[in-house]
């Protein structure tokens, strides 16, 4: 009944049915595992992380950690002091769960423990330069002397891990790929560099899913565009897929040279972007901050949870889902409209404004040469003076010649974007704004401005999944964590919403706007002592704050007060 439930993504009677099982058989583990993907896919990731625990203890005989199982009741590490002592990490799950993972090494450092890390040959030397581990060991060797030991997926519930706090990327830094052969090789490569896995590991029983047919992968690879030069990422039983594919195509394929995951980061760290399906290339791209589009198959990973473009485990991973179970073409035809869009950015104001406004900018900033002159980074220091004193269209110039000379300039392609947002050019200034996404992933403001945008248009999902990703890079800035917060609270999602005003407020206490969208939310919640509170605060600060004098009243009047008259009087006098 679950399952069936599951295959219909009726995913909150999936829960009541293994809810139900469980409680028949306590001791059922595919139940409790079940449960906790499920409930995890809900991003409930307290309940979630709990079950896959239980589910844990009432597994027994993992194949290929024999040794480990039988130490696990002795040495199970589920929260105890680590100061002075060595946790040895495991995983039963496959290289992309270790790679996704293995950003809990540093928090474990940071309770005074010591990492080391079970792997196989293919992991051995990326995990030995990951940032906290100390000591790595071949899974079909002995094991090291340890205090404790701890599967990888265990670690979110021990250390308490939600969505918002998620340990951020990148944590594979460039700096561990301390050697050149890679960038030599595919330095001669020219345009976009673009990798791409198609197919993961066959053994998986759910592979037939997740991966793409060479056959349907070719309209992406073939109609792209002449300006792309592919890379392939596939390594393993698919890799001889290469010969299939037509002559005269723009692929480069590194395989017979790559040894191991070093091999692959260091691949992936000369590229613009990575095009995978949910397989390890994909995680190992997120982890290292790179711009990511995953292919995911109608029942993603529990890990992409669901109805999401974006993820809180890779801010830089952008998520194509199918929209029935086992379309690709819907989603290949999808990547390659977004991938033409990368490679066919041209600024056009499509009106004979642009000429207008080029020759006033030329007569009174000098053109082109004079920006060369005085360097980039003098002319965008110009470009934000004109936007913040109201002059947009200079502005716009001035970016549209910097990037005629540095086209990869994210933050002027990013003033372009807001310049047409301004212009309600929604679909140009988007594309602006995601090249400015893939050219710099990690910048807040652009997953800010796509936030923006998709709200102007009443989106509200698409508007959320940006906002969050936003807050992702930047969790400690007021103005971001209040738009997340806006958005919410227009979709009535009223807990989180509360939750992020109150985040906001602790960086920024004095902002009246934060003060009055979480007075407007706790009201709708019912709780108009704290609501009170909220506009009492926003009137301290400006006594003549309308919206804010309203809703005080409007409370006052609920509550049966007789200050209600005196506080709607305040902004009648003010309008």
Known sequence: EANLYYSRKQHDKAIESLRRCIAINPD?????????????????????????????????????????????????????????KTILLFSGGGFGDIIQLIRYAPVLVGLSGRVVVICERPLERLLSRIQGVSGVVRRDSGLPLFDYLCELVALPHHLKTTPMDIPPTPYIQEDTLSFNYWPTKLSGLRGLKVGVCWAGNPGRSFEHERSVGLSQLLPLLTHAGKEIHFVSLQKGASEGDVAGFPD???????????????????????????????????????????????????????????????????????????????????????????????????????????????????????????????????????????????????????????????????????????????????????????????IDPNVPEYYNNLGSLYQEQNKFDLAENYFRRAVQLHHTHPDILGNLGYILQLQKKLDEAVNCYRQALLFSEHNIRLLVNLGICL????????????????????????????NLGNIFEKQGKSKRLHCIEHPIQIR
Request: hydrophobic share 40%.
């Open 248 to 438: 005269g195509l723009n692929m480069f394929d590194p395989a017979p040279d790559i040894e191991d995951f070093l091999d692959l980061a260091s691949i992936i760290n000369t590229l613009d972007l990575v095009i995978s399906v949910d397989s390890a290339p994909a995680h190992l791209a997120g982890a290292m901050g790179k711009p990511v589009w995953m292919l995911s198959r109608f029942h993603g990973c529990w890990r992409w949870g669901e109805g999401r473009t974006d993820s809180p485990w890779y801010p830089s991973m952008r998520i194509f889902r199918q929209p029935c179970f086992g379309d690709w073409k819907s989603v290949i035809e999808d990547v390659t409209v977004e991938l033409k869009k990368l490679t066919q950015y041209e600024f056009d104001l499509a009106s004979d404004q642009q000429q207008e406004m080029l020759s006033v900018n030329d007569r009174n900033i000098e053109g082109t040469s004079t920006y060369i002159e005085l360097g980039i980074s003098e002319a965008f220091s110009l470009a934000i003076k004109q936007f913040e004193a109201g002059n947009h269209k200079e502005a716009a110039v001035i970016c549209e010649k910097i990037t005629l000379v540095n086209p990869n300039h994210s933050a002027a392609i990013n003033l372009l974007g807001l310049f047409l947002l301004d212009n309600k050019q929604y679909n140009e200034a988007c594309n602006l704004f995601v090249k400015a996404t893939v």
């Open 523 to 550: 009201e709708e919640k019912g709780d108009l002592h704290e609501a009170e509170l909220c506009y009492q605060k926003a009137i301290a600060i400006d006594p003549y704050h309308a919206i804010a004098l309203n």
């Open 28 to 84: 059922f583990a595919d139940g409790h595992s079940a449960l906790g993907y499920t409930l995890l896919k809900q991003f409930n990731y307290s309940e979630g992380f709990k079950e896959l625990v239980e589910a844990q203890r009432l597994i027994r005989g993992d194949a290929g950690f024999e040794q480990v199982q039988e130490l696990r009741r002795d040495y199970e590490w589920s929260g105890q002091c680590l100061e002075g």
